[in-house]
């Protein structure tokens, strides 16, 4: 008899803080290594250590690079992991951007809460460091997906393209002849720059992401609904920001832009893009090709549109421009980066729309402002929320519930449990309902910090 035990140590019964850790015989293993995002008592853990011993993991093996995918990874090394980080090659270079991105946002925060005595901490300290980061970069270790990977005798991996972002895949994770499969983020059916996700066909142990399992994407006129309210925006002379994550919905927006001015539905307004981390994603975008469908002419010429400010002197030039303007800035959820800057100057002003694109995360501004909130906290200080709030649902990198039946519906067996994670539990629970009603499968909703212990005879 073989026992494996397997420790669900975030995006259990919540959406972020992606890590699950797998005691094997043979192998000690984690899948994703991401940090808590939202309410401040999930923030609040990627200061507390993992309740496992941290230096007897043998390897990490990373589903993708967004931050609550890979955020807590220099973290892991401070408690002492010394193993190997695995990844496709896009992954590992977007969460390499993500990572000294983060570091360097952890250290500009607690060096502004220091100077301003915003904090309680005395002095505050960063979550962790840019040199933190770097030492971890070290220990990636990129493979090609489709091909199996042996660890063990008994182990062996496989990662499968999944669409969602640049370098995303399922991991088929294969333990003594049963088939573990993590779904990752699982992508869209249709995406302007990603092929469709590929299927698992077998899975004996189904760990699958809910972010929208209670969700279907509303069919949405996104071009008209983006073309009306950029016309709205010069009319009344204001100014349009579009939080945006860096990675995939920043490349979208610039597409649908790209080809709304190609199709003259919009006029030429100027538009700035405004996420340092951004600009180096579109550098993976050009540097893997065969992980999307730009051609890289379209690309190339899309990229020459668009003003992309590099520093945060240049940030400051355009606020003060006078002209009607549209900025995308990072963070997606509004959680941080420069787009805080921004709202920080024209969030009170009426004549400003905030189009808020994909999930906004409980916790998070972006969902105080998706709630209605009449005032927003922005380093430290309150601001009163004058502008217009919009939202694109449809503009989401994740599947909604329809999407991620139809990626479960080719699974050939029964598989003997489905953990559902990355859900809030509203989402959980009515995913839960569902595959139990169309499938009939067992399924098990873990909470944070659950042991599941599945023994596999010989």
Known sequence: MNTIKIHFLGASGTVTGSKFYLETPELNLMIDCGMFQGLKELRQQNWNPLPIDVSKIDLVLLTHGHLDHTGYLPRLLKEGFKGKIVGTAPTLAITRIILLDSAKIHEEEAEQANKEGYSKHNPALPLYT?????RTIDLFQ?????????????????????????????IELEIFGKLFVFSGDVGRLQDNLLESPERPKWADYLFV?????????PEEDVEGILSDLIKT???????????????????????LLWNLYKK???????????????????????????????????????????NIITSYGDTWKTIDD????????????????????????????????????????EGTRGR?????????????KYYPIKAKIHHLESLSAHADQSELLHWMEDIENIPETVFLIHGESTSLDAFRVKIKDVHGWNVQIPKLNDIQEIIISN
Not at 235 to 248: C, D, K, Q, T
Request: net charge positive; aromatic share 12%; hydrophobic share 40%.
């Open 130 to 134: 840019v040199k933190d980061a770097e």
């Open 142 to 170: 990129s493979k090609e997906k489709d091909q199996w990977i042996s660890l063990t005798e008994h182990i062996r991996y496989k990662f499968r393209y999944n669409g969602h972002i640049i370098g995303a895949t399922f």
């Open 209 to 217: 992401e809910s972010t929208y399992g209670n969700k279907l994407h």
């Open 233 to 255: 925006t010069i009319r009344e002379r204001g100014n349009l920001i579009i939080p945006s994550f860096a990675v995939e919905r920043l490349q979208s927006l610039m597409y």
């Open 264 to 306: 003259n539905k919009i006029p030429n307004i100027p538009i700035f893009i405004d996420s340092p981390m951004g600009n180096n994603v579109l550098s993976v975008f050009e540097q893997y090709p065969h992980w999307h469908k730009l051609p890289m002419n379209e690309y190339r010429a899309m990229c020459n549109h668009f």
């Open 322 to 361: 006078p002209r009607s303007k549209i900025v995308i800035a990072g963070s997606g959820m509004v959680t941080g980066g420069r787009v805080l800057t921004y709202l920080k100057q024209l969030i009170d002003i009426p004549s400003t729309a905030i189009l808020l694109v994909g999930f906004q995360a």
């Open 368 to 380: 105080q402002l998706l709630e209605g909130a009449y005032e927003l906290k922005l380093f430290g």
